[in-house]
């Protein structure tokens, strides 16, 4: 049988700062966009699953966000619950859940609340100087609806990023 290694890197007083400066805006302002995003590297690569959608680069990731911001709501009880973190010094991953309202832009007209516990969130991060440079986030229903809602949910979400992002770069010509 192989020997089993654990290996542990130096948690670097930069990634302590990015990890408690996230954790800050998860629990108490996580509808700051602009606050996020200072925490990821400019080329930044973002991997969402159930669906596989990827996002590279502060951009193409700020698009998909303002996607995801634009439609629900995380306020009160529909705030975004920490279960668990851990870090080996390069890597963060968090554990979390969350309530919401939806705002009808995923879907047009479809408005309803959620409560925490309908999906559950596992995102990894790689912290390198300070930023994180790669994410990559897993999504799980607990329900066999929110199973087959989250990437009927996700895919648009990402048709609404790629055409933010299409008409930004159309903007720029």
Known sequence: MKKIEFKQKALSEANKALIMEYLDIVENDSENLERTMQLMDDNVVWVM????????????????????????????????????????????????????????????????????????YCITYHMKDGKFDQVHEYIQGTTFLANLAMPIFLKRMDKQAKKKISKNKEDIK
Do not use: Q
């Not at 502060?58 to 629900?72: D, N, P, T």
């Not at 968090?94 to 879907?107: A, V």
């Open 49 to 120: 699953e159930p669906t596989g959608d990827i996002y590279s680069g502060i951009e193409e990731l700020k698009a998909f966000v303002e996607s995801a911001m634009s439609g629900r709501i995380h306020e009160g009880e529909y705030n975004i619950e920490i279960k668990d973190w851990f870090t080996d010094g390069e890597y963060l991953c968090i554990e979390y859940t969350h309530g919401g309202k939806l705002t009808g832009s995923y879907m047009p007209g479809i408005k309803s609340k959620f409560k925490k516990g309908i999906a559950m």
